[in-house]
C-alpha cells in the first residue's frame, strides 16, 4: 500500500519481543531445539497465545510503547517451548510425524 509517498504497512506489536524471547530462553536453556522448524513452531503458539495488538506503520508510537507487557511475553514462550518440546515437528520419521500431527500444534 503506498499512499501520499508513504509506505505504511500493519504490524504486530508483539511480535519483535516474542522473537526477542525466543533468542534469550534459547541461548539460556540448551536443552530446547533451535532448529528454523521448533522456532516457528514457538512464534507462533506464542503470538496465538498473546492478545493482539497491531498498529499501523509509519506510526508516532515506538513498539517498545505498544504490546503485552513482557512477563505476559515470557510466559508466553516458555509455555510455547514446553509444547514444542513435547511433540517437535521437526526432521522426524514417518511414525513419529503422524504421532506429532496428533499433538494439534
Known amino acids: 500500500m503506498e499512499k501520499e509517498g508513504l509506505i505504511s504497512k500493519v504490524e504486530n506489536a508483539n511480535f519483535e519481543k516474542v522473537q526477542y524471547y525466543i533468542e534469550k530462553v534459547l541461548s ?3 536443552d530446547y531445539c533451535s532448529c528454523h522448524r521448533c522456532r516457528l513452531d514457538v ?3 506464542a503470538l496465538n497465545t498473546l492478545p493482539p495488538h497491531y498498529y499501523v ?3 508516532h ?3 517498545r510503547d505498544m504490546g503485552s507487557p ?5 510466559i508466553a514462550v516458555r509455555e510455547a517451548f514446553k509444547k514444542v518440546a513435547l511433540c517437535p515437528h521437526h526432521r522426524l520419521p514417518l511414525k ?3 504421532d506429532a500431527a496428533a499433538c494439534n500444534i
Not at 513482557?70 to 515470557?74: A, G, H, P, S, T
Open 28 to 30: 539460556e536453556s540448551p
Open 43 to 45: 512464534l507462533a503458539l
Open 57 to 59: 506503520i509509519p506510526s
Open 61 to 63: 508510537i515506538t513498539d
Open 70 to 74: 513482557w512477563i505476559l511475553i515470557e
Open 96 to 98: 513419529e510425524q503422524q
